[in-house]
């Protein structure tokens, strides 16, 4: 980041995608003919009900419930304080602001169906990784007392068991 705005660089040496251009939006600078679409603004309303909890970091795709589907699961590197916490049904810790959401895209069209918490109740979600057998893991990175854990992230299962 600079200035608050996102910057790619490269070497003058190597290929690259050339230079790049000013978003008229200020959202995200690309080269030419890369776009981007935002599909979920923090503070918008969840599908689920609650609102986009800020603070987004880390994310991987999965196979979502139908064909032309996919649930893209996003860390939430909340911590205590912060505006917009993960707000779920099922929380590992009731005080905790942190946890992940997950989003269902069309994949014909990139424009999001559904969105919804698929765990909460953690704090500063910030690692996290896909594993072969379709969930997420989410890393916190904290370490007082009672956080500092891995949860795995059913993407297909918001919110059970296995994502406390």
């Known amino acids: 980041m600079l200035g608050g705005r996102s910057v790619l660089s490269q070497d003058s040496g190597s290929a690259g995608y050339g230079e790049l251009i000013t978003d008229r939006n200020g959202v995200l600078d690309l080269p030419r003919g890369f776009h981007?679409?935002?599909i979920s603004q923090e503070g918008t309303p969840l599908s689920s009900g609650g609102v986009v909890p800020g603070d987004h970091d880390g994310m991987a795709a999965f196979p979502g419930p139908s064909r032309?589907?996919?649930v893209?699961?996003?860390n939430r590197e909340q911590g205590v304080g912060d505006?917009?916490?993960v707000l779920g049904k099922n929380p590992y810790d009731p005080a905790a602001p942190?946890?992940?959401t997950g989003i269902v895209v069309n994949l014909d069209d990139r424009k999001e169906i559904e969105d919804y918490v698929t765990s909460s109740g953690s704090l500063n979600n910030c690692a996290g990784g896909a594993t072969p057998w379709g969930t997420w893991l989410t890393c916190e990175e904290d370490r007082t007392t009672g956080h500092g854990y891995?949860?795995?992230v059913d993407p297909n299962e918001p919110e059970n068991e296995l994502s406390r």
């Open 98 to 100: 942190g946890g992940t």
């Open 68 to 70: 032309n589907t996919a």
């Open 36 to 38: 981007y679409r935002e």
């Open 150 to 152: 891995a949860f795995e």
């Open 83 to 85: 505006p917009n916490p």
């Open 72 to 74: 893209l699961v996003r």
